[in-house]
């Protein structure tokens, strides 16, 4: 795995991964954009676009080798950008005007964090696994509750779906599994692994307010991935 402390020789390297993984983002941004603008499609599935989308760009940090340091750069940029769109609402697809939420400052913080835990200790996945989670599990947790959730239920004066939860435990399993079994094989500490991930990840998206779970789902996952990986070694 890459030093975490800057190289600035190698950065002409960098140039190929960096360039894709600019493109990756761009693509998805201009995509929620386009659909935002020219269609009549809820604010909320656009933001859901851009949530499951970027998330993906931990893989390709990963897979890429691109050094920390500029993971956590990257984060940080972000995070600037998250929260100017939310003072002055230049993305709709990020944020929307009056939207009481600071969820995707967060997300972007939460990236950043897993870098410099799990790219020093040269155990990405568990870091693909927090923000996979997140992007995956609360973002068909949104969409399935939204448009689907016929049950609900109240947690700390906040109404959930059963659906969008029951969305988010499965889809938090598929994501951790998919990740451990590639990376870790096929045992099962891995399925037992992935049960716990899915179950806490539900739980900690249910009980966050304000878009804070964009960072308590992520950054717990990866730290329960890890924690129990040690443990049942």
């Not at 005007?97 to 995707?104: D, I, N, P």
């Not at 016929?150 to 959930?160: A, I, P, Q, S």
């Not at 969008?164 to 692994?193: D, R, Y």
Request: hydrophobic letters at 55%; a neutral charge; aromatic letters at 12%.
């Amino acid at each position: 795995m890459s030093d975490p402390i800057p190289q600035f020789e190698s950065l002409p390297s960098l140039w190929f991964p960096l360039g894709i993984v600019a493109i990756y983002l761009g693509i998805v941004i201009v995509l929620a954009e386009g659909i935002n603008r020219l269609t009549s499609a809820d604010g909320e599935v656009t933001r859901k676009i851009v949530h499951i989308g970027a998330g993906h760009v931990i893989l390709l940090a990963w897979w890429l080798n691109i050094p920390a340091w500029i993971g956590i750069g990257a984060s940080a940029i972000a995070s600037c950008i998250a929260l100017l769109s939310y003072i002055i609402p230049f993305l709709p697809s990020i944020n929307s005007v009056g939207r009481k939420s600071l969820g995707t400052f967060f997300y972007a913080i939460s990236i950043g964090i897993l870098i410099a835990w799990f790219w020093t200790l040269d155990r990405p996945q568990y870091a693909a696994i927090g923000i996979l989670v997140m992007a995956w599990g609360d973002g068909m947790a949104g969409i399935i509750g939204q448009n689907f959730g016929k049950h609900f239920y109240t947690v700390l004066g906040m109404t959930k779906s059963w659906e969008g939860t029951l969305a988010m435990t499965g889809m938090s399993f598929l994501v951790t599994s998919f990740i451990l079994v590639a990376v870790e094989g096929n045992n099962w500490q891995t399925w037992l692994i992935s049960l716990v991930v899915a179950a806490a990840a539900s739980a900690l998206e249910a009980i966050s307010k304000l878009g804070i779970d964009n960072i308590t789902v992520p950054v717990g996952s990866a730290a329960i991935a890890f924690a129990l990986s040690q443990v049942l070694s």
